[in-house]
C-alpha cells in the first residue's frame, strides 16, 4: 500500500475533529451517499450543467457545500459501496463504481452537511441506490 491511508469516518466523528485528525487532507473518507440524474425537480434550470461549467455523465460527483474545503473542484476519487444506511447491499453498486474516476464537478444544495451526491443517467437506478455509505478514497487532488 503507497503511503498511508487516512480513514476518517465523518458520520461518527465530530466534524472539527475530524478536520483536526487529518493533519491535511484526508486521503479516505466514509460518508453517506445519495443519487441525484439530470432533472429539474432535483437539479437548477440547467439540469444537464454542474456547478463547475461540466456536463452530467456517470462519474460526476456533488459535494455538501461543508465538504468543498477538503474536497474542492477537480478532485478525482474512487468510490466502493458500504450498503445502506442500515447496513444492507454492501457492494451492490461496486461493479458500477470499480471502472470510473469519479470527478467532484458539483455541489448540493445549502442544507446538506457531510454529505455526497452521486450523479445517474436514471431515476430508477437513483432509486435503487437510495441513501448508502460509501468509501470515498482520494486518487488526487486538483492542481
Known amino acids: 500500500m503507497r503511503g498511508l491511508l487516512l480513514a476518517i469516518s465523518l458520520l461518527a466523528v465530530p466534524w472539527p475533529q475530524a478536520l483536526a485528525q487529518s493533519a491535511g487532507k484526508p486521503k479516505v473518507l466514509i460518508l453517506e451517499?445519495?443519487?441525484?440524474?439530470?432533472?429539474?425537480?432535483?437539479?437548477d434550470s440547467t439540469p444537464?450543467?454542474?456547478a463547475t461549467g461540466a456536463r452530467t455523465?456517470?462519474?460526476?460527483?456533488?459535494?455538501?457545500?461543508d465538504l468543498l474545503e477538503i474536497l474542492p473542484f477537480g478532485t478525482k476519487v474512487r468510490l466502493k459501496d458500504l450498503g445502506t444506511i442500515y447496513g444492507r447491499g454492501k457492494g451492490q453498486f461496486d461493479a458500477?463504481?470499480?471502472?470510473?474516476v469519479f470527478v467532484v464537478a458539483d455541489v448540493m444544495n445549502a442544507r446538506w452537511r457531510k454529505?455526497?451526491?452521486?450523479?445517474?443517467?436514471?431515476?430508477?437506478?437513483?432509486?435503487r441506490f437510495g441513501r448508502r455509505k460509501v468509501q470515498l478514497e482520494v486518487v488526487a487532488y486538483p492542481e
Open 33 to 43: 451517499a445519495t443519487a441525484y440524474t439530470s432533472s429539474v425537480r432535483e437539479t
Open 48 to 50: 444537464h450543467i454542474t
Open 57 to 65: 455523465r456517470l462519474g460526476i460527483l456533488a459535494v455538501s457545500r
Open 96 to 100: 458500477l463504481f470499480k471502472d470510473i
Open 115 to 127: 454529505k455526497v451526491d452521486i450523479w445517474f443517467p436514471d431515476r430508477a437506478t437513483a432509486l
